[in-house]
């Protein structure tokens, strides 16, 4: 939006006679602008909405008391500025009731202009492991340093600085992590090399109090976080992969650490926590692209690894120093032995293209560190069986200038990758910037090398494929220069470290001018640095709460986990579980939407806490309830962003109707969170007559609650749906805006990925007993409206008949209808027929399912039926009251009864049976269900927008 109108307080615009009549839909649209505003009470969101045009154009904050309180107006004024700033608007107007039409509105400085320095060579923290640390990124970095001080003034942040390589520590000002973290705060600009391995644990915290730009060498960074073994390492993995990834990656965490740290890069944490970050190559991109959200990645982008073209000793030299003799064609592959090398299918190959037998060439294996054992006694194997042992060497590890000797006897270079991680292959370039030519393969970023300037095989290659490339270079002598001589031209066009320094520099400028972040820091050093001496430490804490809050509202401040987060309330069920009714639905379709994998949300269940006042992250119970390695972290107050989801699954009255819990529901509103609930049932309106008068008090408030506060509103069948749309216009015709009804289906198959069970003793003997003798079985908790007396007194009738059909009532009491049970219990006493089994496990209700001749629905009322879906899942024919919404399920396939006393009801269940011996009874198999994965996905699809599955497919 280019402007923003600025209302000030909700209170008051509500309290006004009326809406300018120059602020219309239309002016709003004309000026591409939205409104702002400051809720002085959290339910003046709705009567706003309800006056302002375009309400979708409304953005509303909370008036948070802690910066009134302890900000002075000026403070508070600077504030404002920054947050109309991050909400990106080149200008604004305040206005208020009665205003006339702005004619000069102020401009706003753009955010690319906070983070210009005035300075020449602004000051740069470079935080990376440096010579003579044994990393590949120490050597890098070292390569690199000198091009970036042409355009900073650089100090060295250094695990250990009396270690350091004295030409570095002569050249740069240096200090160790200890004192950055101190000291951090007085740089300009701050720039991370992130790589895979222990030198860069610290940097997760260093980066956390001193945000900067990172260069992201590895896209994964498990074996860096489980370097951290003394402070439980595989624990931060874990918590790593779930802020990455989501409950969806836990499963898959259950195995060995090191299949998680191959399946997930873990690094969401580097993006939250950076101004901007850099890879090497578009492979590592889309590695992140696959693995994260694309909000998450704004801030990425791509610069080519840096390679100093080596001056090299001419071959003859190399090869006098080295034993190799003149006449030799020498093959090599350089850097670490590993399995990822392709190494087998090399040694493979060059056994099948016969270069094993021709006493002309030779290969080396050039390189060790972190040493595979394993494959190295495998080469070492290989190597003894060959014709000339002598013919194949393996170095060890190599000092660099042992390196330089290699690369300069070398005539073939070999470099085959598999597993690709996002690297760039600086032994790649060094090969190639040795003018060798090198035979590759089209894997991860080696893809992206120029055909022109490598023999490059395809990713899959066969023995065959390398094998002829190896003979091919074997005597084809120009071809081998024209290939070495266009590879060193790219290596020195565009991999240079000046090239590669100006780059970084670019992206680096570019990241601290447009970040909103910069700005916030900045904000916060300065608002909160000058309250430090005056106010106790509680109120600094909220007061840096509120302004992280207020700027989340304008959506650009990220959260502590990595992507759009859908919010599923389950407050009841985390206080407790009833496994029954509704909160069986909750557990299925919960499940189901934690762990899918293709929502484009993360699926975060949540819930209120009135102790604290505030919804929390159920992260605890989440972690019992999908079986998965604990996570030891703890229910943090939740942190919602515009764009988020909230979705009320569970049925907690109180959420909705309490001032405490609702006002956030109305602040998550006002910045762009979608409201959702579930409406199961109407029950206590269209069947007053079975529920108390405060139940009905209950919910009717409750409903006219969820009706002004939500989005959606998703219903389980269309007879729900269009009793809550007969109820708005009856009930609530005057609401300013009707929630959108949307119908999603129920899953029928019990609980879903989570096993039967075995059955009791109890169960086995109830079985037997029930073995010779047909039954009906009547499932669900024992409520008046399910009409168990009805039955009852039927079944007595028909046993005095002589009918030899029997009952089986299997379900919970609710404790509020104890006494109605125990009358029903009574009626049924003397019936030999009738027997009661109670609440049964899954696994005996299936049982219970399959084997009876029909399962009995005689409910007055249902929103749902559980029972029913799971009745026809199972293949049980069915006999039910001819209700609609039975009428929506089972169509014809269902036999339906009208009988409203027990004589009547005796009559119809005497027919449906003898329709049942003469298997002439409708089909309830031909009942569409669908499972719970499918009712999942059914209600995702319902709240989710459509754009945020856009590449994605829809989950039905």
Same mark, same amino acid.
């Given at each position: 939006m280019s402007m923003i109108v600025d209302l000030q307080e909700s209170e008051g615009w509500l309290a006004a006679s009326q809406w300018p009549s120059w602020l219309t839909s239309d002016w709003l649209s004309e000026n591409d602008a939205r409104l702002v505003c400051r809720l002085t009470h959290p339910d003046d969101l709705t009567a706003l909405r309800a006056i302002a045009p375009l309400p979708e154009r409304l953005l509303a904050y909370p008036d948070y008391s802690v910066l009134q309180q302890h900000l002075e107006r000026g403070d508070r004024d600077k504030l404002h500025r920054v947050f109309l700033q991050c909400l990106g608007a080149e200008q604004y107007v305040t206005i208020a009731p009665g205003s006339s039409p702005p004619t000069s509105p102020i401009r706003l400085e753009s955010r690319l202009q906070q983070g210009k320095l005035e300075s020449c060579k602004p000051q740069l923290a470079f935080v990376s492991p440096l010579p003579p640390a044994a990393s590949g990124v120490a050597g890098y970095c070292a390569e690199i340093l000198p091009y970036l001080a042409e355009n900073y003034d650089i100090t060295l942040v250094v695990a250990n600085p009396e270690d350091l390589d004295h030409s570095l520590a002569s050249m740069y000002e240096t200090i160790d992590h200890k004192q950055m973290m101190r000291d951090g705060g007085r740089f300009d600009r701050v720039m991370y090399h992130f790589g895979n391995s222990w030198f860069h644990y610290e940097y997760f915290l260093l980066l956390q109090a001193h945000p900067g730009v990172v260069v992201l060498h590895d896209a994964y960074?498990? %074996?860096?976080?489980?370097?951290?073994?003394?402070? #439980?390492?595989?624990?931060?993995? &874990?918590?790593?992969?779930? /802020?990455? %990834?989501?409950?969806?990656?836990?499963?898959?965490?259950?195995?060995?650490?090191?299949?998680?740290?191959?399946?997930?890069?873990?690094?969401?944490?580097? $993006?939250?926590?950076?101004?901007?970050?850099?890879?090497?190559?578009?492979?590592?991109?889309?590695?992140?692209?696959?693995?994260?959200?694309?909000? *998450?990645?704004?801030?990425?982008?791509?610069?080519?690894?840096?390679?100093?073209?080596?001056?090299?000793?001419?071959?003859?030299?190399?090869?006098?120093?080295?034993?190799?003799?003149?006449?030799?064609?020498?093959?090599?592959? #350089?850097?670490?032995?590993?399995?990822?090398?392709?190494?087998?299918?090399? *040694?493979?190959?060059?056994?099948?293209?016969?270069?094993?037998?021709? =006493?002309?060439?030779?290969?080396? $294996?050039?390189?060790?560190?972190?040493? +595979?054992?394993?494959?190295?006694?495998?080469? !070492?194997?290989?190597?003894?069986?060959?014709?000339?042992?002598?013919?194949?060497?393996?170095?060890?590890?190599?000092? !660099?200038?042992?390196?330089?000797?290699?690369?300069?006897?070398?005539?073939?270079?070999?470099?085959?990758? @598999?597993?690709?991680?996002?690297?760039?292959?600086?032994?790649?370039?060094?090969? *190639?910037? /040795?003018?060798?030519?090198?035979?590759?393969?089209?894997?991860?970023?080696?893809?992206?090398?120029?055909?022109?300037?490598?023999?490059?095989?395809?990713? +899959? $290659?066969?023995?065959?494929?390398?094998?002829?490339?190896?003979?091919? #270079?074997?005597?084809?002598?120009?071809?081998?220069?024209?290939?070495?001589?266009?590879?060193?031209?790219?290596?020195?066009? %565009?991999?240079?470290?000046?090239?590669? /320094?100006?780059?970084? @520099?670019?992206?680096?400028?570019?990241?601290?001018?447009?970040?909103?972040?910069? &700005?916030?820091?900045?904000?916060?050093? +300065?608002?909160?640095?000058?309250?430090?001496?005056?106010? =106790?430490?509680?109120?600094? $804490?909220?007061? !840096?709460?509120?302004?992280?809050?207020? *700027?989340?509202?304008?959506?650009?401040?990220?959260?502590?986990?990595?992507?759009?987060? &859908? #919010?599923?309330?389950?407050?009841?069920?985390?206080?407790?579980?009833?496994?029954?009714?509704?909160?069986?639905?909750?557990?299925?379709?919960?499940?189901? &939407?934690?762990?899918?994998?293709?929502l484009g949300y993360r699926v975060e269940p949540i819930f209120f806490d009135s102790a604290t006042g505030y919804f929390l992250y159920a992260r605890a119970f989440t972690n019992r309830f999908l079986h998965t390695a604990p996570l030891h972290l703890s229910d943090d107050t939740v942190e919602a962003m515009p764009g988020d989801i909230y979705l009320g699954l569970d049925l907690c009255y109180r959420v909705a109707q309490q001032a405490d819990s609702r006002q956030w529901l109305q602040f998550w509103r006002g910045r762009g969170v979608r409201i959702c609930h579930v409406v199961y049932d109407l029950l206590p309106v269209s069947l007053a007559e079975g529920f108390t008068s405060d139940e009905i008090t209950v919910y009717t408030n409750w409903l006219t609650a969820i009706t002004a506060i939500s989005d959606r509103v998703a219903c389980p069948s269309r007879t729900v749906a269009h009793e809550y749309r007969q109820w708005l216009q009856s009930e609530n015709s005057g609401a300013p805006a009707i929630p959108v009804i949307t119908e999603f289906q129920l899953g029928a198959d019990m609980e879903a990925r989570s096993g039967g069970g075995a059955l009791n003793a109890t169960e086995q003997a109830l079985l037997e007993k029930l073995q010779h003798q047909p039954y009906l079985l009547m499932a669900g908790g024992i409520t008046p409206r399910k009409g168990h007396e009805q039955v009852v007194e039927a079944f007595n009738e028909l046993q005095r008949q002589g009918c030899r059909l029997s009952l089986v009532i299997a379900g919970s009491i609710d404790e509020n209808h104890q006494h109605y049970a125990d009358r029903i219990q009574q009626l049924g006493d003397g019936s030999s027929s009738i027997y009661w089994v109670g609440c049964v496990s899954d696994a005996m209700l299936k049982v219970l399912y399959q084997r009876a001749a029909g399962t009995l629905l005689a409910s007055s009322g249902e929103g749902f039926s559980l029972s029913l879906l799971e009745a026809a899942y199972h293949g049980s024919a069915l006999l039910v009251r001819n209700l609609p919404v039975f009428r929506e399920i089972c169509g014809e396939y269902a036999w339906y009864f009208d009988a409203t006393d027990s004589t009547g009801l005796a009559t119809e269940i005497k027919t449906w049976f003898g329709a049942y011996r003469d298997g002439v009874l409708p089909d309830s198999s031909w009942i569409q269900s669908v499972d719970w994965q499918r009712s999942a996905a059914q209600l995702a699809n319902s709240v989710i927008p459509a754009r945020a599955l856009s590449g994605r497919s829809r989950l039905l």
């Open positions: 960074l498990g %074996h860096c976080i489980i370097s951290n073994h003394a402070q #439980f390492g595989t624990t931060e993995l &874990l918590q790593k992969v779930y /802020a990455s %990834h989501g409950w969806a990656a836990m499963p898959d965490c259950d195995g060995p650490v090191k299949q998680t740290i191959n399946l997930y890069p873990a690094c969401a944490s580097v $993006f939250n926590g950076s101004y901007g970050v850099v890879v090497h190559n578009r492979h590592a991109k889309e590695i992140l692209y696959q693995s994260l959200e694309p909000e *998450m990645l704004t801030t990425l982008g791509e610069v080519p690894l840096a390679r100093q073209l080596k001056r090299l000793p001419d071959r003859s030299a190399a090869r006098q120093e080295l034993g190799i003799p003149e006449e030799i064609t020498l093959y090599s592959t #350089f850097g670490m032995i590993n399995p990822n090398k392709c190494l087998v299918e090399l *040694m493979d190959s060059w056994v099948s293209s016969g270069l094993a037998n021709n =006493p002309s060439v030779k290969l080396y $294996f050039v390189g060790g560190g972190n040493r +595979d054992w394993e494959m190295e006694n495998r080469i !070492s194997n290989w190597i003894s069986r060959l014709p000339d042992p002598q013919q194949v060497t393996l170095t060890g590890y190599v000092s !660099s200038e042992e390196y330089d000797l290699y690369l300069g006897a070398s005539d073939v270079a070999l470099q085959l990758r @598999r597993n690709s991680r996002g690297e760039s292959s600086a032994a790649l370039l060094d090969c *190639m910037g /040795a003018g060798l030519p090198t035979i590759i393969n089209a894997h991860g970023s080696m893809s992206e090398v120029p055909d022109e300037t490598v023999l490059k095989l395809n990713d +899959d $290659f066969t023995a065959s494929d390398l094998a002829e490339a190896l003979t091919s #270079f074997a005597t084809d002598t120009e071809s081998r220069r024209e290939v070495g001589r266009t590879a060193r031209a790219y290596v020195k066009a %565009h991999h240079s470290p000046a090239t590669a /320094a100006s780059a970084y @520099r670019d992206h680096m400028e570019a990241s601290y001018i447009q970040s909103p972040d910069v &700005l916030i820091d900045q904000l916060q050093a +300065d608002i909160i640095g000058s309250k430090l001496r005056e106010l =106790p430490a509680d109120k600094i $804490f909220a007061c !840096s709460d509120a302004i992280e809050d207020l *700027m989340r509202c304008a959506g650009v401040r990220r959260t502590a986990l990595a992507g759009s987060q &859908l #919010f599923v309330d389950i407050s009841s069920l985390v206080q407790h579980d009833h496994q029954r009714g509704v909160q069986r639905v909750v557990r299925n379709i919960l499940r189901e &939407l934690l762990l899918n994998r293709y």
